[in-house]
C-alpha cells in the first residue's frame, strides 16, 4: 500500500507549484531533483514487489524498507512546504538565519535520501524485480508516448477514431470548445474498467493533438463537476499560467485571467475520471455552468475531453445511457468497448510469460493458458484489467498449479456480474487500487483502515477526516452523494495485508508496529478502553501520520465511550515540529480525545 503514497509523491507532492516555489527560494531545487529518478525507479518495480513481499522473505524486507524510505521522503517534503517563505517577514534577520540552518538540515537529509535510494533501487535490481513500464515516469512526459507504444495493446483504433472526430470539428465556427465523452460499454460501475484513461493518456500524447494544440492540459477530478469547480479551474489557469492560482477564489478571476494569458491559442482540456449520478437533479446546470465560467475561451478548435463513470446503482440500458450523457454533457460521446479476443488473449499471454522463457518452451502450459484465456473471454468481454489480472495470478504461480488456478478461477454458477472469483481475488484488488487516481486510491485505503463500508456508523467521521486530509471538498460536502461514490470505487480486502495501513486490536504490550506504518487504527473494546498501549508509548511509531483509535460497534450500541483520556507525549517524537496530523474516531457518540496541548 505503500505504493499509492509513493504515486501521490510523484504525481501530486513533487509536481506541485507550491513545492517548486519553496524548492526555488530554498536554492534546494537541483539537489530535490537529484532524488526523483530513483523515486520513479522504485515505482516501476513497487507492484511486483508487492506481489512477490507475500511469498518471498527478501522481497518482503525490501519492501518494509522501501516503505520506511516513502513515508521519509513525504515527510521531507512536507517539512520544506511548510517553509513559511520571504515574504512571510522579508526583513526579518532571525527568519534569515533559520532559513540558512533550515536549508543546511534539509540539504543533509536530501544527501541521506539520495543514498538510501539508490541502495533500494540497486538491491531492487538484485531481487529482479519487475519493472512496469507504465510507471516508471510521470504519465505527462512527452516520452512517455514510446512507453504507450510499446505497452498498449488493441487500442489503436480506437484512438485514431477518437483524434479523427476532433480533426473534423477543428473547423467549427462556434466560439465555445469542442466537447467528447468517453465512456465504457458497461453501464454497472461494478465492472472493471476498458482502459479510458489510458486511451485518454494516447489521445494526449498523439503527434496531432502535440502539435495542434498549443495548451494539453490534464486534470485529474476523481469526483463530479459539481463538487469543486474551483479547484478544476485552478489546475486550469495553473497549467495555462504556470503560476499558483490558490488565491484566485472566484469563476470570475480564474476566467480573466486564463483568457487573458490564452488569447486565442487552442488548448486541449482533458477531465478524468469524472464521476456522475445522470439521476442527480440540476446536473446538466452544473455542467453548463462550468463551461460557461470558464471554458469559453481560447481560440477556435479548443477541445475538453471528459473521461467519464455513470455511479448510480441501478441498471440503465444501452441506450438509456447515450441519452443521458447527450441530455446532461450535449457534446460528442464515445464508448469504449472491450478488446477484441485476440488484443485480450495476446495480452494475458504477455503479463504471465514475461521473464519465463524457459516456459514459453513448454507447450503443453502454453496450450492450457490459451484455451482458459478463449473460454473466459466470452464472459469477460475484453477488460484490459481482468486481462492483466490473469496474467498476474498465473505469473506468480508455480506451473504445476496453473491446472488448479485455472479451475479455482472459473465461473461455477450463475453469478452476477460475471467471473467474480477474479474479481475478488487480491491480485485484482490491488491492480484496481494501483488503477485509480491518487486521491480516489488514498480514499479507498483509508476506508479499508477504518473497515468502512456505506452502512458504517462511521461513515460521518470517516468523510470529515477525509476533508481534513483534503481529500474532499469541504465547500461542497454532500454526505449522500460521498455514499454512491464510496460504493463505486468500493475494493473490499478482507485484510488490509499492509504494514503500511495497518489495522490491529488494542492488547497492551502485545501490538508490534512496524517501522514503515505511517496509518494506524487500534480497535479498542471494553476491555481495553481505559489505558494507552505501553508499547506505543514508547515512542516506536516515529513515521505515524494517521492514527485512529476505533471503538467497537458493540460499545456503540451499548452507549459505551471510550476512557482512554490522554495520549502520551513520548508517541509523537518530532511530531508537532513536521506539522502532521493525528485523527481519532472513537465512534457516532463523537466523543473525542484531549490532545495534549502542544499538538493543540
Not at 515574504?87 to 533559520?98: E, G, K, M, W
Not at 446536473?283 to 455513470?310: A, E
Not at 485512529?548 to 458493540?554: A, D, G, K, P, V
Not at 476512557?563 to 508537532?576: A, L, V
Request: hydrophobic share 40%.
Amino acid at each position: 500500500m505503500a505504493a499509492v503514497d509513493l504515486r501521490h509523491i510523484l504525481l501530486d507532492l513533487l509536481p506541485s507549484f507550491d513545492m517548486k516555489e519553496r524548492c526555488r527560494e530554498l536554492g534546494i531545487q537541483h539537489h530535490l531533483e537529484k532524488i526523483i529518478p530513483d523515486l520513479w525507479a522504485i515505482n516501476a518495480v513497487i507492484r511486483d514487489a508487492t506481489m512477490r513481499a507475500w511469498t518471498q522473505p527478501d522481497v518482503e524486507m525490501w519492501m518494509a524498507d522501501a516503505g520506511a524510505a516513502i513515508a521519509d521522503v513525504q515527510n521531507l517534503l512536507d517539512r520544506i512546504l511548510e517553509w513559511p517563505g520571504r515574504a512571510a517577514a522579508p526583513s526579518n534577520p532571525l527568519l534569515r538565519s533559520f532559513r540558512v540552518a533550515f536549508r543546511l538540515s534539509i540539504l543533509q537529509e536530501l544527501k541521506e535520501m539520495g543514498l538510501r535510494l539508490k541502495e533500494l533501487v540497486l538491491r531492487g535490481s538484485a531481487l529482479d524485480l519487475r519493472k512496469e513500464m507504465m510507471d516508471a515516469m510521470d504519465p505527462c512526459d512527452e516520452e512517455y508516448s514510446y512507453v504507450l507504444g510499446e505497452e498498449v495493446v488493441g487500442r489503436d483504433e480506437a484512438r485514431d477514431n477518437i483524434v479523427e472526430i476532433l480533426q473534423q470539428n477543428q473547423s467549427s465556427s462556434n466560439s465555445e470548445p469542442f466537447v467528447i465523452v468517453i465512456h465504457d460499454e458497461r453501464s454497472l460501475p461494478s465492472y472493471p474498467s476498458m482502459g479510458k484513461t489510458t486511451l485518454a493518456r494516447m489521445i494526449y500524447h498523439h503527434p496531432w493533438v502535440r502539435q495542434h494544440f498549443h495548451h494539453r492540459i490534464w486534470v485529474d477530478v476523481s469526483f463530479d463537476l459539481s463538487w469543486d469547480q474551483l479547484s478544476i479551474g485552478r489546475e486550469f489557469a495553473r497549467s495555462i499560467t504556470g503560476d499558483s492560482c490558490d488565491h484566485l477564489q472566484s469563476h470570475q478571476a480564474i476566467w480573466l485571467l486564463v483568457n487573458e494569458r490564452l488569447g486565442q491559442r487552442r488548448y486541449l482540456l482533458i477531465l478524468n475520471e469524472v464521476y456522475y449520478d445522470y439521476t442527480e437533479e440540476g446536473l446538466k446546470d452544473k455542467w453548463d455552468q462550468l463551461k460557461h465560467n470558464l471554458l469559453h475561451v481560447g481560440g477556435i478548435g479548443s477541445t475538453v475531453v471528459i473521461i467519464t463513470t455513470k455511479y448510480t446503482t441501478e441498471y440503465t440500458s444501452w441506450s438509456i445511457d447515450i441519452a443521458s450523457y447527450r441530455n446532461i454533457f450535449g457534446c460528442k460521446e464515445y464508448m469504449l468497448a472491450g478488446l477484441s479476443e485476440d488484443a485480450w488473449i495476446k495480452l494475458v499471454m504477455r503479463d504471465t510469460f514475461i521473464g519465463s522463457a524457459q516456459d514459453k518452451e513448454n507447450t503443453c502450459t502454453i496450450n492450457l493458458l490459451l484455451q482458459f484465456a478463449e473460454q473466459q473471454y466470452k464472459t469477460i468481454k475484453g477488460s484490459p484489467l481482468l486481462a492483466k489480472t490473469l496474467g498476474s495470478i498465473f505469473r506468480y504461480a508455480e506451473v504445476s498449479r496453473w491446472q488448479e488456478v485455472a479451475y479455482d478461477l472459473s465461473c461455477h454458477s450463475d453469478v452476477w456480474p460475471p467471473y467474480s472469483n477474479v474479481r475478488h481475488h487480491q491480485h485484482f484488488k490491488l491492480m484496481s487500487l494501483q488503477n485509480l487516481s491518487t486521491k480516489l486510491a488514498r480514499l479507498r485505503l483509508y476506508g479499508s483502515l477504518c473497515n468502512l463500508d456505506p452502512c458504517s456508523y462511521l461513515m460521518e467521521d470517516y468523510m470529515h477526516m477525509m476533508i481534513a486530509e483534503d481529500l474532499m471538498p469541504q465547500q461542497s460536502f454532500d454526505a449522500e452523494k460521498m455514499y454512491r461514490l464510496i460504493r463505486e470505487i468500493e475494493l473490499r480486502f478482507s485484510t488490509l495485508d499492509s504494514d503500511y495501513y495497518m489495522r490491529t486490536r488494542i492488547g497492551q504490550d502485545s501490538i508490534r508496529i512496524p517501522k514503515q506504518c505511517c496509518h494506524l487504527c487500534l480497535l479498542v473494546d471494553s476491555d481495553d478502553s481505559f489505558t494507552f498501549p505501553t508499547a506505543l508509548s514508547a515512542g516506536v511509531t516515529k513515521r505515524l501520520r494517521t492514527l485512529i483509535l476505533q471503538t467497537e460497534e458493540e460499545m456503540v450500541e451499548n452507549d459505551q465511550k471510550c476512557q482512554i483520556k490522554e495520549i502520551p507525549k513520548t508517541m509523537f517524537i518530532n511530531r508537532y515540529t513536521y506539522g502532521y496530523y493525528i485523527y481519532h474516531i472513537v465512534g457516532s457518540n463523537n466523543y473525542l480525545i484531549q490532545l495534549p496541548s502542544w499538538l493543540a
